[in-house]
């Protein structure tokens, strides 16, 4: 490791003396932990990602602050657990008048303010108004579906009852069933969306931005719609089988991965970015084949068990990784922007709100143990609900007609499947994260800033 760190301090004057990296972040919707070839998956197949796994680095316990969309989504913007910035409350609807609020500082606005072009091309989710759009919130171009791709512009109504096997037999349902609007900038400019395409469009816009850029850095973020339902895929590459659905998608979307890698070092600069794919949330079990697995992880999508918040990441960065590393420390999407701040050297500027995001940069390019201790679990609804602290794990879990919560106490190095309970034999350990964590959440609440109410 020692002449890994020679390489590291390398790679960092390297970037000094010619040009800051640029920065890829592709985020996809409802992907499980189990979802990649190199993650453990026996039937999905990821070629061009196990490839960055296999030049990069894996970080096997990487969570995402909500077990859903829009919450989680504003962790990564802004470093900021959801409840600090008010975003905690389940996800946006079509007829909701408010969104994160602009004055909060993204990582957009940041590699902005260090002279990147900044493009942000697929599902938003953090407020569909021109007001909480992502040309409000740094981003020079955006082109995409702003909310959830089972959601109909402009009011939600007359969405089809959710037959998801009919959908993938009749590819034309995209637009004849569906209703889910592509934006660019603030203006609409396609309705119904043709979903069979929209990854494939997502990666054009992706790739010609790249191109257009290629003399200056640029920061990218390509939040994928897919895999969340309804499934569809172009029709060049189609599985008929409805029980291949999950899994076409996410090959489709390994297929597009490779192709903008491809593109990337034709033009020279794959050794001058660092890439970041990773996922918004845990799989949307009830979906059965339409979603993935987390296993060995136990439940997904909306819970706060680790199915639901610990999804797969992978970082390539060559010449700055030692290659087909895997790392388990403690990480998050919150630590994102402080620590890719760092390791670009564009510091984060002075007088910056409290955010709860942490410089890992020595855990994400080095071998630095991460100075994430502490993680907070958040339910859906945003109900403080757990903590994790090194290797324990504890749930307070509220019971449906009942005042008593139910208590859960893991030990995840050795449990990670969440199976045995050992809140009996530790009351003192429950006792203290129990209190720890009502700590940590009272702070956040205490100093909760505001999303933006949009007038009508």
């Given at each position: ?303 706060t068990f680790e199915g639901g918040q610990r999804v797969p990441a992978i970082l390539w960065a060559p010449g700055r990784l030692p290659a087909g590393s895997s790392s388990d420390e403690i990480l998050s999407t919150l630590e994102v ?44 609804r945003g109900d403080i609900e757990g903590i994790r602290r090194g290797d324990w794990k504890l749930l307070r879990k509220k019971r449906p007609k009942s005042e008593q919560a139910q208590i859960l106490l893991f030990n995840l190095a050795e449990d990670i499947g969440e199976r045995n309970n050992l809140a009996e034999k530790h009351p003192e350990l429950v006792a203290e994260l129990q209190a720890r964590m009502l700590e940590l959440d009272e702070e956040i609440e205490a ?10």
């Amino acid at each position: 490791m020692k002449a890994f760190f020679f390489l590291f301090a390398l790679a960092s004057g390297l970037f000094a003396a010619d040009r800051p990296p640029n920065v890829i972040i592709i985020f996809t919707d409802d992907q499980g932990y189990n979802d990649l070839s190199c993650f453990g998956s026996k039937t999905i197949h990821t070629p061009h990602l196990d490839r960055l796994a296999t030049e990069g680095r894996k970080f096997t316990s990487f969570y995402v602050t909500s077990p859903v969309c829009s919450p989680s989504r504003s962790s990564l913007l802004t470093a900021s657990y959801p409840k600090r910035v008010g975003m905690h409350e389940h996800v946006l609807f079509p007829g909701y008048r408010h969104g994160l609020n602009p004055a909060e500082y993204s990582i957009a606005d940041h590699f902005s303010a260090h002279g990147y072009a900044t493009a942000c091309y697929g599902k938003w989710h953090l407020g569909h108004h021109p007001e909480t759009m992502p040309t409000a919130h740094g981003f020079d171009h955006y082109y995409g579906i702003p909310y959830s791709n089972d959601m109909s512009y402009p009011d939600n109504k007359g969405l089809p009852r959710v037959h998801q096997d009919e959908h993938w037999l009749d590819p034309e349902s995209t637009v004849t069933k569906w209703g889910a609007p592509l934006f660019e900038d603030t203006k609409l400019v396609e309705h119904p969306v043709d979903q069979r395409t929209i990854t494939r469009r997502y990666t054009d816009r992706a790739i010609a931005f790249m191109e257009e850029n290629k003399e200056r850095p640029f920061f990218l973020y390509l939040p994928h719609s897919m895999p969340h339902i309804p499934l569809y895929v172009p029709e060049d590459v189609q599985d008929p089988d409805p029980k291949n659905a999950y899994k076409c998608v996410i090959e489709h979307i390994d297929a597009e991965v490779g192709r903008l890698v491809a593109r990337l070092e034709e033009l020279g600069l794959g050794e001058d970015t660092i890439l970041l794919f990773t996922s918004d949330n845990g799989p949307w079990l009830r979906f059965k084949h339409h979603a993935g697995k987390a296993d060995p992880l136990r439940a997904g999508k909306s819970t706060t068990f680790e199915g639901g918040q610990r999804v797969p990441a992978i970082l390539w960065a060559p010449g700055r990784l030692p290659a087909g590393s895997s790392s388990d420390e403690i990480l998050s999407t919150l630590e994102v922007l402080p620590s890719f701040a760092a390791i670009t050297e564009t510091p984060l500027p002075d007088g910056l709100p409290p955010i709860d995001g942490l410089d890992a940069s020595g855990t994400f390019f080095g071998d630095k143990p991460s100075p994430r201790e502490e993680f907070l679990y958040y339910s859906s609804r945003g109900d403080i609900e757990g903590i994790r602290r090194g290797d324990w794990k504890l749930l307070r879990k509220k019971r449906p007609k009942s005042e008593q919560a139910q208590i859960l106490l893991f030990n995840l190095a050795e449990d990670i499947g969440e199976r045995n309970n050992l809140a009996e034999k530790h009351p003192e350990l429950v006792a203290e994260l129990q209190a720890r964590m009502l700590e940590l959440d009272e702070e956040i609440e205490a100093n909760a800033r505001p999303v933006l109410q949009v007038s009508k």
